[in-house]
């Protein structure tokens, strides 16, 4: 299952989208980014319908950047919105 | 020892506080500086303290919860964010230095809305009076440090909405006892330290930030790393990294949440109750003694945990001194307010104030009024 990792714009607007997710039954935590540049934070999903995520992430006024996916063996890629 | 100077800082805390504390210092490395399980566990930390705060005080963006080291440093980013050399500030007649001090520095010119002690309806009229020429910020102090006289903030709010102008609250006395409505005020900010009526450690003070007049950013205090976009060369536009420069003080944020925990559980209300029933009984203890100029509200709902008083032959830090050597701790003098003491006229003699906490108890007050029997 991959990881999908949603880029916001600090720590602690990653933590308040991770428990908005959460707590609509999304699996989400706040994560360092993975990929490089310095300091950037990120909602984790851990499976789970990342367009759909990222929706009601939209709808609540979030502003979501960019979007990684982690695959199974560890390597980092870019992914569409 | 009794300890009866609370207005200064709770002294005695939850154990909880003392446990949270030394957990995060064993515990918790830096929030915003890696990914490994140290340093999010303490983001987690950070993050609980201010959903914890924001659900206390009513705010919807835990994210404007912005952790400060104690009022003073609070009220200083909100009124060096809000005002300019020159521009014309309306205070209550009871504010700290926290308050004045910047002011001073910044060369604004301070208009004082004077009242008499526990006339809120005379502070509210104040306010409108000078309101009404214009100014460029208000600030209220919520609940006097040196007479415990609650003001009108509401009305002053209300007055500051009308007329566009940016509200500054010094809730140093009042978080903790008395409902704090930041969104329904309006207010710009609201400073209140972590250390007294939030139980958390020396050290630790919260800003509330509300909408903020104009579209620029808020104006910063202090410049450095904030855990975010380090690569632009100002700080960031979103809080509460722009007013968070540098490393947290992750001890007392833990410390101060399992304080925030506390009241939530006490509950404000039953809180100010309590400290309300032993003013009254000290007003009423202190103001049989002869020897007592006691500034006591006429209606208990008007004072805080605060009750300051002379003693008519005895300078105030004589009778501190004598009551310390029995065992009391109280503060004497100005307390860092000299407006209060002018406004109060009390400025000559300053008072000697006793100020209570949830720990204070009904003995304790009798205690000390026996002994200024025998002072």
């Known amino acids: 299952m991959q990881d999908a990792y949603i880029g916001l714009r600090s720590l602690t607007y990653a933590q308040r989208a991770a428990r908005f997710l959460s707590g609509l039954g999304i699996p989400a935590n706040a994560a360092r980014a993975p990929w490089s540049g310095g300091c950037a934070y990120a909602v984790r999903l851990r499976g789970g319908d990342r367009k759909a995520a990222l929706a009601r992430l939209r709808e609540a006024g979030f502003v979501p950047g960019r979007i990684y996916l982690r695959e199974a063996d560890g390597s980092i890629r870019e992914a569409e919105p | ?375």
């Open chain 2, 1 to 375: 020892m009794i300890y009866l100077d609370n207005a200064a800082t709770t002294l005695q805390k939850p154990a909880a506080v003392y446990r949270a504390a030394e957990r995060a210092m064993l515990t918790l490395a830096s929030p915003g500086r890696g990914g490994y399980p140290a340093a999010m566990a303490a983001a987690e930390e950070a993050y609980r303290c201010r959903e914890t705060a924001a659900a206390l005080f009513g705010m919807r963006e835990p994210e404007r919860v912005v952790f400060c080291m104690n009022a003073t440093h609070g009220l200083n980013l909100a009124i060096k964010a809000l005002v300019r050399p020159g521009e014309r500030v309306v205070i209550s007649g009871y504010e700290h230095n926290a308050v004045l001090r910047p002011l001073h520095a910044l060369g604004t010119r301070i208009r004082v809305a004077a009242a008499p002690l526990f006339d809120p309806a005379a502070a509210a009229e104040a306010y409108a009076r000078e309101l009404r020429q214009g100014a460029s910020l208000a600030v209220v102090n919520h609940v006097s440090n040196v007479f415990g006289c609650i003001q009108p903030v509401e009305e002053v709010a209300a007055l500051c909405r009308e007329r566009g102008i940016p509200l500054v609250v010094d809730a140093s006395q009042s978080a903790g006892i008395l409902p704090l409505h930041p969104e329904e005020w309006d207010a710009a900010f609201v400073a209140m330290p972590g250390h007294k009526g939030l139980y958390g450690p020396q050290g630790t003070g919260l800003l509330l930030c509300g909408r903020q007049p104009g579209s620029r950013p808020i104006r910063t205090l202090l410049e450095g790393g904030s855990g975010s976009d380090p690569r632009r060369p100002d700080m960031p536009d979103w809080l509460p990294d722009r007013l968070e420069a540098g490393t947290l003080n992750m001890p007392g944020i833990a410390g101060l949440r399992a304080g925030l925990d506390f009241v939530r559980r006490m509950g404000p209300s039953d809180i100010l109750d309590h400290e309300q029933r032993l003013v009254s009984l000290a007003a009423e203890l202190l103001g049989a003694n002869p020897r007592l100029r006691v500034f006591a509200a006429p209606d208990k709902a008007l004072q805080g945990g605060v009750l300051s008083f002379q003693v008519t032959e005895l300078d105030c830090e004589t009778a501190a001194e004598r009551l310390a050597q029995r065992g009391f701790s109280l503060r004497a003098g100005l307390h860092c307010a000299p407006l209060a003491h002018d406004t109060a006229g009390t400025g000559e003699r300053g008072t000697l104030r006793m100020s209570v906490s949830v720990f204070t108890r009904e003995s304790h007050v009798r205690r000390l009024a026996k002994a200024l029997e025998n002072l």
